[in-house]
Nanobody, 125 residues
Framework: QVQLVESGGGLVQAGGSLKLSCAASGHSSYIYIMAWFRQAPGKEREFVAASDWTGGTAYRADSVKGRFIISRDNAENTVYLQMNSLTSEDTAVYYC??????????????????WGQGTQVTVSS
C-alpha cells in the first residue's frame, strides 16, 4: 500500500503563486508515476500534470501548460506542483495520485491506484 499526503493549498489572489507538495509513504519505492488532478465544484476530476520515475513530464495542454510546473524528488518520494499566474479558474481541490505500473504518462483518473485526500486551492479575483 501507498499513502499520499498533500499540503500547500490555501487562499491566494489572482496572479499569485502556490506550491503544492505530495509526500508518499508505505511501499513508495514501487511508484512509477505521480500526478496531480483537480476537481472544481460541480465538475469532474481532471488531469493537471504527471511525472514519471525517469523525469519525464506531461501537462494538461489547454489551461495549465506554461503556468504550472511539476517536479519530483525520488529520494524523498515527493512530488511538487508549482502554480503561477493563478486565476479563479484554477480554484479546485487538488489531488495527488500515484501508480506503480511502468509505461507512458497517463491522464486518466482510472489509471492511478493511489490517491491523496486532496488540498483546497482557492483563487480570489
Amino acid at each position: 500500500q501507498v499513502q499520499l499526503v498533500e499540503s500547500g493549498g490555501g487562499l491566494v489572489q489572482a496572479g499569485g503563486s502556490l506550491k503544492l507538495s505530495c509526500a508518499a509513504s508505505g511501499h513508495s519505492s514501487y511508484i512509477y508515476i505521480m500526478a496531480w488532478f483537480r476537481q472544481a465544484p460541480g465538475k469532474e476530476r481532471e488531469f493537471v500534470a504527471a511525472s514519471d520515475w525517469t523525469g519525464g513530464t506531461a501537462y494538461r495542454a489547454d489551461s495549465v501548460k506554461g503556468r504550472f510546473i511539476i517536479s519530483r524528488d525520488n529520494a524523498e518520494n515527493t512530488v511538487y506542483l508549482q502554480m503561477n499566474s493563478l486565476t479563479s479558474e484554477d480554484t479546485a481541490v487538488y489531488y495527488c495520485a500515484a501508480d506503480t505500473t511502468p509505461g507512458p504518462l497517463r491522464p486518466g483518473v482510472d489509471e492511478y491506484q493511489y490517491w491523496g485526500q486532496g488540498t483546497q486551492v482557492t483563487v480570489s479575483s
